[in-house]
């Protein structure tokens, strides 16, 4: 098979898996009926549903993208994603090993049912027809009831039946009891329910419930009625166990795009960590490990929100583009500062840039606090921005805004610079080997400074759709960190700009399925940051490797001993 031929079917099953990708999503945001009425009447009931199809579609073509820049290599990304999730299911389930207690702890009630008359006697804990509870194994408790006794008083021949059963809908107690006489014999035991008798006693709440019935009293005296959960089995615990972490991570995979609202929740989040993914990596192409983003952010976020602030009265046609180029313009300069320090100081990137992170956050505390916050507001805000200064929603309902088209434009203008431009060029040049590049002519000062500037801009530019499209107002702590994970972002992607697009997407839906798994299943967010960390080891094991295997390639090979003198040869020879 030709080259052409391969590459062309690479095409065309790429584009069959964005065609794929589009439909799959959709379908499943829309309900995931199988009636195709109903499916159509789900989507046109959805407004601007054409638009939401239209950014599916765009995700299906970033998975495309995926496919066609890495390969094969595709596949290493897919298998330390799914190596990663295979060991967060594992946490998962040690984190629910607990899940059966629900069996052993809970409250619960007791009565006893018979048409004797019952015994007064102020001494006894119970009677006939009277009911007594409390609650077992309760958290909290310095010595949580384990086992329940209750004494009752009655005569030879009394007929009674002794319920134990859940004392409140949230309980899912699993009960046993057993009636004892006078000198501690058992006269009778019941660990369940039948479902006649769940159906004729009322009180019963399930087959869980202890029901013992129709039991004769052999003599007149005191009796007494004991209750505990019964023992919990080693195959219902890794049962339950099972059963939770599966609904976990049905949860988990399936919630963000289970309803449009909660796929508007991935896809908003998914456009600002694209933005610091591309940022990130422009740095990363020229070998910098600026960490800068962050503080680039929220400067970015400042700056557009107080254009936003003093726009009440202008068009969005000028209120709204004035703002973002302000926001790129602060994070151009925020991001040449290190850039400086870096190319004319020799000073650590890492280390300035993440001083210069904390700079930049504590300022936009101190003019939100002491500039921007109305002076009703009950924590540190601003006033909300006006309708002209925010961006306009493609989706109505959700946050989902025109920041889709600015995504659009980073990604193809990183590409474009990155491929197809001198600039871009000197960046890759300068990352591979910075003395050959300065060796061939380039200004590795220059293109140290711009890289980090470009990133910064980029970076300013998330910032602004934070404060524009989702907040709509400037908050305090509103990133909480974002900007840190585009470095996994860029790193997933191995720097490509046209692969940063479906890392983001992916890790946006960890983080969006990690709040519906803790919202439906009561499962940890914890357990996606150990996902995460995952992967993180996986790839910086993965960069060790291939840094450690281009050390010994570039470790030369011994020399060869010196040729023997030719008398010498002789004198052997002639041995």
């Known amino acids: 098979m030709t080259r052409a031929k391969r590459n062309l079917g690479l095409i065309l099953g790429a584009a069959a898996i964005a065609l794929i990708t589009t439909l799959v999503i959709t379908w499943q945001v829309f309900g995931g009926v199988t009636d195709f009425g109903e499916f159509i009447a789900s989507v046109t009931a959805q407004q601007d549903y054409l638009n939401l199809i239209l950014i599916n579609l765009l995700v299906g073509v970033s998975v495309a993208l995926f496919v066609v820049e890495l390969r094969w290599q595709a596949l290493r990304v897919i298998g330390t994603v799914a190596f990663a999730l295979l060991l967060g299911y594992f946490v998962t389930f040690i984190f629910n090993l607990d899940s059966a207690n629900r069996f052993a702890s809970g409250q619960f009630k007791v009565l006893i049912v018979s048409d004797a008359p019952p015994v007064e006697n102020a001494d006894m804990d119970l009677e006939y027809g009277q009911t007594r509870g409390g609650e077992f194994n ?115 995979l399936l919630g963000p795009i289970s309803r449009p609202n909660r796929w508007a929740i991935w896809i908003q989040d998914s456009f600002t960590l694209i933005m610091v993914g591309i940022a990130i990596a422009i740095v990363f192409q020229a070998e910098q490990f600026s960490l800068g983003a962050e503080g680039q952010l929220y400067l970015g976020a400042l700056v557009s929100g107080i254009i936003a602030l003093n726009m009440t009265n202008v068009s969005p046609l000028i209120a709204v583009p004035l703002a973002l180029i302000g926001a790129a313009g602060i994070g151009f300069l925020y991001g040449l500062l290190p850039g400086a320090l870096k190319a004319y100081l020799g000073a650590n990137e890492l280390v300035s840039t993440l001083m210069l992170n904390v700079v930049a956050l504590k300022f936009f505390d101190l003019v939100l606090a002491n500039q921007l916050k109305p002076p009703e507001a009950g924590f540190n805000s601003s006033a909300m921005f006006p309708a002209s200064a925010v961006l306009p929603p493609v989706v109505g309902g959700s946050q989902v805004t025109i920041a889709i088209f600015i995504v659009v434009g980073v990604v ?98 960890l983080r969006a399925g990690a709040q519906f798994m803790e919202r439906d299943a009561n499962v940890s967010f914890e357990i996606v940051r150990v996902i995460q960390a995952i992967i993180i080891l996986l790839i910086t094991a993965e960069g060790l490797l291939s840094f450690s295997r281009k050390r010994k390639s570039a470790v030369p090979a011994p020399a060869a001993p010196p040729p023997a003198p030719a008398s010498a040869v002789e004198g052997a020879a002639n041995v």
Request: no cysteine.
């Open 138 to 252: 309760k958290q909290g408790v310095a010595e949580p009831l384990r086992i329940a006794e209750f004494r009752f008083e009655g005569s030879a021949g009394d007929m009674i039946s002794a319920l134990a059963f859940a004392g409140s809908r949230n309980s899912a107690v699993n009960l046993q009891l057993a009636i004892l006489d006078e000198a501690g014999n058992e006269i009778g035991a019941a660990t369940g329910a039948t479902p006649e008798q769940v159906q004729a006693f009322e009180d019963l709440r399930s087959e869980n419930d202890a029901v013992l019935q129709g039991l004769n009293l052999p003599a007149d005296g005191v009796y007494v009625l004991v209750v505990q959960p019964e023992p919990i089995p080693t195959g219902v615990t890794l049962s339950e166990a099972f059963k939770a972490t599966n609904e976990a991570y049905k949860a988990f």
């Open 412 to 509: 193809l203008f990183a590409w474009y610079l990155l491929t197809r431009t001198p600039l871009g060029y000197e960046i890759r040049m300068v990352g591979s080997n910075l003395k050959f590049a300065a060796y061939g002519g380039v200004n590795t000062k220059r293109t140290i400074m711009l890289s980090m500037a470009i990133s910064g801009a980029v970076a300013g530019l998330a910032g602004a759709h934070l404060s524009m499209g989702i907040f709509r107002q400037l908050v305090q702590n509103m990133s909480f960190g974002l900007a840190f994970e585009g470095v996994v972002v860029a790193l997933l992607a191995r720097n490509n700009p046209l692969v940063i697009p479906f890392t983001g997407l992916l890790y946006a839906y």
